[in-house]
């Protein structure tokens, strides 16, 4: 509703004039009947516009436009009057009346155009206002922000230059406002040429050499930009964000820019990359990886360094985040529930947490694996776990292997000193007897038994020597197939077939492993009789690897399938597939017989961890 003061000394127009105003509904007139009432009213209210007739007694209207401008009022003021003189129009526009209007002519026409003339008036002062309050508060705004800001208007001239930058350039207010030809690049790069804010008013004005990389944010720039002339030459690095000044219409008329010093960030920056670069260079030399994870059943890793690679087969990226995988997926179904209660343990205490459990690479293998790690906690509060985990795969497979190898040797001892000792009585009992004995046959009998027992003691020498062999070179991972492969030739001399189904799969085992299988062909060889194949198998079960030796021979009979196996078992075969036994045995992997007349069976099983994909 615009509040309207009317001011006619004819009470007749005053009336219909005010009728005819307020008919639209959104004009209320107040009504004055001289220019002398009319002021008086202005003093004690507030009008949005003003309409007087030209003549009134006592006082024009000129009169009272004047009187109200030389108070410093702004308020919208219209002429509406039935003297049309040129004179008269020049000369209320010149005293400040926003429109002149005619009286005569048809009612509805002119008061209509009174009526668009009082809206126009009242809305462009009002937009007036708006505008020029918003520059003042703009001024006041620019000059106390806490970052340097200056501002030019289209033609490069500056406008506003506040206290921030007053203190960054070490130029006064005074000094710069009103200042073109590019005066205010001067204190940053000591030269007037184009910056930052320069490219909104001239598009293209910085040359790509500037070293300006520019960021668009709608019609916002950015730029960081090393200042050298800045403080007397020390310089800066420098954070700019430079906008568009609009006009009324919507037109670029000026620009302002925002400056922060950025040094100190930088500089913490670049202290910050070095000294993760040299952390870099750390995590990536170390043995295994260094890790960081939530202490969820995932085990989330928020970090994880470049050796996960190696160790697991899969990249720090797979891992963090679970974005591919999590790292609870790939530890050993066995050994979780062992790795999950162990740290909720520590936990609890506030201790460090040793473990060693197994991991199943990306290519399937089985690692084992040493952990070290603790809470991370604040104010009470447990933030994450935090340590490191090395691959210990063939350190405790030689652990395993060594343990073994002891229980082997004190083995052979007992079996080398009780064999020898006792048929190196024999053998003195009977020389004994020989030299009593008169009978030349008795003597003969008595010095062949001799004989057989230092054959059987000759032969505990040779088992000895091949068995001290056990465990010289450490154990390793053997292609499965490629052993047998080499070792076909053996059978295939004696027209014996040889089915290799072997393929896939590398075991981990004594260098002698080759041993084993050519002592089980020669003892097929030997002992199978009227043999015509040999099939040699591999298969994953339960548990393990099953490799399935058999041939179609004679067999064995179900009371000496594990005698077989005593070094003191039969003649020439017992001390081989004792010595089978035990190479086997030195990294845990068993064997035994199961077949029947229609030939052997050897099962050799291989445990988890002790076997894995050929590569």
Same mark, same amino acid.
Request: aromatic share 8%; net charge negative.
């Given at each position: ?93 010149? #005293?400040?009346?926003?429109?002149? +209007?005619?009286?005569?002519? *048809? $009612?509805? &026409?002119?008061?209509? %155009?009174?009526?668009?003339? @009082? ?71 000591? #030269?007037?040429?184009?910056?930052? +804010?320069?490219?909104?008013? *001239? $598009?293209? &004005?910085?040359?790509? %050499?500037?070293?300006?990389? @520019? ?82 059943? *995932? ?317």
């Amino acid at each position: 509703m615009i509040s309207l003061l009317l001011i006619d000394d004819e009470p007749d127009i005053l009336e219909i004039t005010g009728m005819f105003l307020e008919k639209s509904g959104d004009i209320r007139v107040d009504k004055a009947l001289s220019g002398k009432e009319g002021l008086e009213m202005l003093k004690t209210r507030n009008y949005d516009a003003v309409v007087s007739d030209y003549e009134l007694s006592g006082m024009s209207g000129i009169a009272v436009l004047k009187a109200v401008r030389k108070s410093g009022n702004n308020i919208p003021f219209i002429i509406f009057t039935g003297k049309g003189r040129e004179k008269v129009v020049i000369e209320a526009l010149n #005293e400040g009346a926003d429109y002149y +209007i005619q009286k005569g002519g *048809d $009612p509805k &026409s002119q008061f209509a %155009e009174l009526s668009n003339s @009082i809206k126009k008036a009242v809305l462009l002062r009002s937009s007036e206002m708006l505008i020029k309050e918003s520059n003042r508060r703009l001024k006041e705004i620019i000059e106390f922000l806490p970052d340097a800001t200056f501002a030019i208007d289209k033609k490069g001239v500056v406008i506003e230059w506040n206290q921030a930058m007053e203190k960054m350039s070490g130029v006064k207010r005074e000094d710069m406002i009103g200042k073109g030809n590019y005066e205010y690049s001067y204190p940053f790069v000591g #030269e007037r040429r184009p910056i930052l +804010i320069n490219q909104l008013i *001239d $598009p293209g &004005s910085i040359k790509p %050499e500037s070293n300006y990389r @520019i960021t668009l944010e709608g019609d916002k720039i950015t730029s960081e930009f090393f200042a050298p002339k800045l403080y007397g030459g020390k310089g800066g690095y420098l954070w700019l964000r430079a906008s568009p000044l609009y006009g009324p219409a919507g037109e670029i008329e000026g620009a302002i820019e925002s400056i922060r010093d950025i040094s100190a960030i930088k500089q913490t920056e670049s202290d910050l990359f070095e000294k993760n670069r040299m952390m870099e260079t750390l995590m990536d030399n170390l043995p295994g990886v260094a890790y960081r994870c939530l202490n969820d059943s *995932d085990w989330t890793m928020q970090f994880i360094s470049a050796g996960c690679m190696e160790l697991t087969g899969y990249s720090p990226e797979d891992i963090v985040n679970n974005a591919k995988v999590s790292y609870g997926s790939i530890i050993h179904p066995n050994d979780r529930m062992m790795v999950g209660d162990t740290i909720q343990e520590s936990l609890c205490n506030l201790k460090p947490f040793q473990l060693l459990y197994r991991i199943i690479s990306k290519s399937c293998e089985e690692k084992w694996v040493w952990e070290q790690g603790r809470g991370v906690f604040e104010n009470g509060r447990l933030l994450a776990l935090e340590g490191l985990i090395l691959d210990i795969s063939e350190g405790k497979l030689a652990h395993e292997t060594m343990s073994e190898l002891n229980k082997k040797l004190s083995l052979l001892n007992s079996i080398t000193r009780h064999d020898v000792l006792n048929n190196l009585a024999k053998v003195m009992a009977f020389i004994s007897l020989t030299e009593d004995e008169t009978d030349p046959e008795k003597s003969r009998a008595y010095l062949k038994s001799a004989a057989m027992r230092l054959d059987k003691i000759r032969d505990q020498i040779i088992f000895t020597s091949e068995y001290q062999d056990l465990g010289i070179e450490s154990s390793t991972w053997y292609n499965l197939y490629d052993i047998i492969d080499d070792l076909r030739y053996v059978a295939e001399d004696v027209d014996i077939n040889v089915r290799n189904q072997t393929s896939g799969w590398e075991i981990y085992a004594d260098p002698m492993i080759r041993g084993v299988f050519y002592n089980l062909i020669e003892n097929t060889i030997r002992h199978g009789g009227d043999v015509k194949k040999i099939g040699i198998f591999a298969s994953e079960v339960s548990g393990g690897l099953l490799i399935e030796y058999s041939d179609d021979g004679r067999g064995i009979s179900i009371e000496n399938k594990e005698m077989i196996f005593n070094p003191r078992y039969g003649e020439n075969t017992g001390l081989g597939l004792f010595l089978i036994r035990q190479i086997l045995g030195i990294t845990g992997i068993t064997i035994e017989e199961n077949g029947d007349e229609n030939g052997v069976l050897f099962a050799i099983f291989v445990p988890e961890g002790k076997y894995r994909p050929a590569e």
